[in-house]
C-alpha cells in the first residue's frame, strides 16, 4: 500500500519495520510468526550474522533491529557498535540472548543497544519490546541490569559521574531511572510534571554523553552512583 509524504500509509501510519538477525532459522522463524500476526508491526528482513547487519540496515532502513548476541562470524555486539558508528541515523537495536546473565547482553547495552530480550519471552512481551523502542524508551530490567553491573565499577566511571555534576533533582530522577521507572511513574513518584521529568531526563542525558536511558543507568552503576545490591 503506497505512503503519502507525511510518512503514512493512507488508512493508518506506517507499520513498525523490524529487521531480525540470528544464525538460527527457527528463531527467525518463530520471531517473524510473532511479530508479523500484528497490525502495527512488519518484517523487513532477515540476515543470519552480524556481518550482513550494517548493508542490510543501510537498504532496508528498519525502525528496529532484533539482533542475536552470539553468531559465528560477527556478534551482535560488534554488530552494533557497527550500526550506531557508520549509520545515520540509527534504528534501534534490541539484543536477544538466551540468558539474562550472558556476559555479551552488558558489553551490548555499553555498545549503544536499547534493551535485551530472552527468546523464551511470551509472544506478547516480544511485541512489547518492539513497540517500546520504536517509541523512543529503553527496554531495561533492572533485576537484571544489577545482576549484570555488580562488581563492574570503574575509576574512569567514577570521574565521569563527578565532571557530570548532576543538580539533587536529576540525581534523583536518575536513581527512578535505574529502578526501571518512566517518565510517567517518575513523574507520579515525584509529584512533577510529565515535561519537568523529561526536561530532567534530557539534561541526566546531556551531562553523563549517554545516548540514552539505558546508557545512563549503566553510567549510574559503573560509577558507583547507583549500588547493584
Keep these: 500500500m503506497p505512503a503519502d509524504p507525511g510518512g503514512t500509509i493512507y488508512g493508518g501510519p506506517m507499520p513498525i519495520s523490524v529487521l531480525l538477525v ?61 550500526v550506531l558508528r557508520t549509520v545515520d541515523q540509527p534504528p534501534k537495536i534490541v539484543v536477544i540472548t538466551t540468558f539474562e546473565n550472558d556476559e555479551y547482553v552488558y558489553d551490548a547495552l555499553r555498545a ?3 534493551g535485551f530480550l530472552l527468546k523464551r519471552s511470551a509472544p506478547a512481551e516480544i511485541v512489547q519490546a518492539v513497540r517500546t523502542v520504536a517509541a523512543g524508551d529503553s527496554l531495561l530490567f533492572p533485576a537484571a541490569l544489577r545482576r549484570l553491573a555488580a562488581g563492574r565499577g570503574n575509576e574512569r566511571a567514577r570521574a565521569a559521574m563527578e565532571r557530570a555534576a548532576l543538580t539533587a533533582r536529576e540525581a534523583e530522577v536518575l536513581r527512578h531511572m535505574a529502578r526501571g521507572l518512566s517518565n510517567a511513574e517518575i513523574a507520579r513518584t515525584l ?12 539534561a541526566v542525558l546531556a551531562k553523563l554523553g549517554a545516548r540514552d536511558r539505558t546508557q545512563a543507568v549503566i553510567a549510574a552503576y559503573e560509577s558507583g552512583f547507583v549500588t547493584p545490591g
Design 22 to 82: 540470528d544464525d538460527e532459522p527457527l528463531v527467525r522463524a518463530g520471531l517473524r510468526a510473532i511479530l508479523e500476526a500484528q497490525h502495527d508491526i512488519e518484517v523487513a528482513g532477515e540476515a543470519a550474522d552480524g556481518a550482513a547487519v550494517v548493508p542490510m540496515v543501510r537498504q532496508l532502513r528498519p525502525d528496529v533491529v532484533a539482533m542475536d548476541v552470539r553468531m559465528p562470524l560477527l556478534d551482535g555486539i560488534e554488530a552494533t557498535r557497527a
Design 112 to 114: 549503544g543497544a536499547d
Design 191 to 202: 509529584t512533577l510534571g510529565a515535561e519537568t521529568v523529561k526536561t530532567h531526563v534530557s
